[in-house]
């Protein structure tokens, strides 16, 4: 419902930090919301709430998963490069961070 809604949106016209921003505020508001409805046991709230945090998780989602792809051919452009065997000794922090992503 959330990329139907402004994900998308938001995300065409202002950017992924944005994006990230406002997904992180919608979820911490719905989670925020749930110790209202617990105080005075409303169930109909409980499923706002949700819904809510369902909102703010669908935003993060639909911000997240194009960006972790493009953050990973950042870290993959020195293999790219062709800075395998010989130069892997001057590099060995990025190397094995490089390598951690295979796994």
């Given at each position: 419902?959330?990329?139907?809604?402004?994900?998308?949106?938001v995300l065409r016209r202002?950017?992924?930090?944005?994006?990230f921003m406002l997904g992180l505020?919608?979820?911490?508001?719905?989670?925020i919301l749930f110790w209202p409805?617990?105080?005075?046991?409303?169930f109909a709230g409980?499923?706002?709430c949700t819904f809510?945090?369902?909102l703010g998780l669908g935003t993060l989602e639909v911000s997240a998963?194009?960006?972790?792809?493009?953050?990973?051919?950042?870290?993959?452009d020195k293999l790219y490069r062709g800075v395998w065997p010989n130069e892997v000794q001057q590099y060995p922090i990025e190397f094995f961070t490089i390598v951690q992503w295979n796994r």
């Open positions: 419902m959330s990329p139907i809604l402004f994900s998308v949106y202002w950017g992924y930090k944005v994006t505020t919608i979820y911490g508001v719905g989670a409805c617990a105080k005075y046991r409303s409980f499923c706002v809510v945090v369902g998963n194009p960006y972790v792809p493009f953050i990973r051919r950042k870290a993959y």
